[in-house]
């Protein structure tokens, strides 16, 4: 599984971290060259990575941003209560990454990638930092993905194995 793993995730070495969004519980994270879909105007990366296990960015020997951030406010909810918190109107998770992808710095680029044998990996990028996919289920479940939006190639790293159309 870890060769496979290194051998797909080359494809993002040189690319910018470009843009993010999720779904629920998941991130969705753009590399490289925008493309804009005709159909609907939805504009993604050339790549997505697409992760649905515990993960975190580490920056300068400290975590910057995390999967569970999803469930802490943004600067503009965290004097609310915490019932009236919605994550899905700006949580932690979303205002840091925004720093990341579409802030003033520079972008990210990501320099070489470490996998293991569990399905997970580490995409060491620019400036000190790193995202840490750390998959942490024993039942079946797909940890994550990286697609190739240009062709809609999939290569889907789940408990069981690996799905691969690339």
Same mark, same amino acid.
């Given at each position: 599984?870890? $060769?496979?793993? @290194? ?8 690319? @910018?971290?470009? &843009? &993010? ?15 804009? &879909?005709?159909? &609907? ?8 990575? !697409?992760? =649905?296990?515990?993960?975190? #960015?580490?920056? +300068? ?7 569970? +951030?999803?469930? =802490? *406010?943004?600067?503009? =909810? ?12 700006? $949580?932690?998770? !979303? ?6 992808? %579409?802030? @003033?710095?520079? %972008? ?8 293991? +044998? ?5 995409? !060491?990028?620019? =400036?000190?930092? %790193?995202?840490?996919?750390? *998959?942490?289920?024993?039942?079946? #479940? ?8 240009? +062709?809609?190639? !999939?290569?889907?790293?789940?408990? $069981?194995?690996?799905?691969? $159309?690339?």
């Amino acid at each position: 599984m870890k $060769s496979q793993i @290194e051998e797909k995730l080359q494809y993002l070495i040189g690319l @910018e971290m470009t &843009n &993010n969004g999720g779904a629920a519980n998941m991130e969705m994270i753009q590399f490289g060259t925008y493309l804009v &879909n005709e159909k &609907n105007g939805f504009i993604t990366g050339y790549y997505g990575l !697409h992760v =649905q296990c515990p993960w975190r #960015i580490i920056q +300068d020997g400290k975590i910057f941003v995390a999967y569970f +951030d999803l469930y =802490q *406010p943004d600067e503009a =909810q965290k004097d609310l209560p915490y019932e009236e918190f919605d994550e899905y109107k700006g $949580s932690l998770r !979303h205002q840091q990454l925004r720093i990341l992808t %579409r802030g @003033e710095r520079k %972008r990210l680029k990501v320099e070489r990638v470490e996998a293991d +044998d569990l399905g997970g990996f580490t995409l !060491h990028f620019t =400036q000190n930092t %790193r995202m840490e996919v750390l *998959p942490m289920h024993s039942c079946e #479940i797909e940890y994550w993905r990286l697609i190739r939006h240009q +062709d809609k190639a !999939h290569f889907v790293v789940e408990k $069981s194995g690996i799905y691969d $159309s690339f």
